[in-house]
């Protein structure tokens, strides 16, 4: 048996974006029922773009980012070192943000979704676990492992705002 690990909703409403345990993918059309299914590497995050074309897959290695219709593979984002485990497309979509680990720390990666190629990297203490873009586009937000938040600027990178842990809510 297979439990659900990650899901997405297209922003039409009309697709379900599904992950298991047993590295099943499968896309659910409302009206349809269940039109694709597809074994990728497991699932831990799924993000759907704006527009509903793309979808993004954090298999706690790297990003898929898939065709949303077809689920064939666009591009792989990331590098071998990383371990991503959270996604989140920018409003816009012309961004890829992604959260985890690599070299021993935390991270969050912004990648161009265009081309793949990252554009910033930020380092924190601890296991990245949720990534979350502003709504207009120019912060991105990540929590950590042992309850951190922190708030950047998506376009220098300085931080922002930061909650330490349970202790200051």
């Known amino acids: 048996a297979s439990g659900v690990t990650a899901l997405a909703l297209g922003d039409d409403g009309r697709a379900l974006f599904v992950a298991g345990h047993g590295q099943e993918l499968w896309r659910l059309d409302a009206a349809r029922g ?3 299914c597809a074994r990728r590497a497991r699932a831990l995050s799924l993000a759907v773009s704006p527009a509903s074309d793309r979808l993004a897959v954090a298999t706690g290695v790297r990003v898929l980012l898939l065709d949303a219709a077809s689920l064939a593979s666009r ?3 990331g590098r071998r070192a990383d371990r991503l485990q959270a996604v989140a497309f920018s409003p ?6 992604a ?3 690599a070299d021993g720390r935390g991270v969050v990666v912004v990648f161009d979704a265009a081309t793949g190629r990252e554009r910033r990297r930020l380092f924190v203490a601890d296991d990245v676990t949720c990534v979350a873009c502003s709504p207009d586009g120019r912060l991105v937000a990540a929590g950590d492992a042992r309850g951190a938040a922190r708030v950047w600027a998506l376009e220098d990178g300085e931080e ?4 330490q842990g349970p202790q200051q809510v």
């Open 34 to 36: 269940v039109v694709r």
């Open 75 to 77: 591009l792989v984002l």
């Open 92 to 97: 816009d979509a012309r961004e890829v943000v």
């Open 99 to 101: 959260g985890g680990s």
């Open 160 to 163: 922002v705002a930061r909650l």
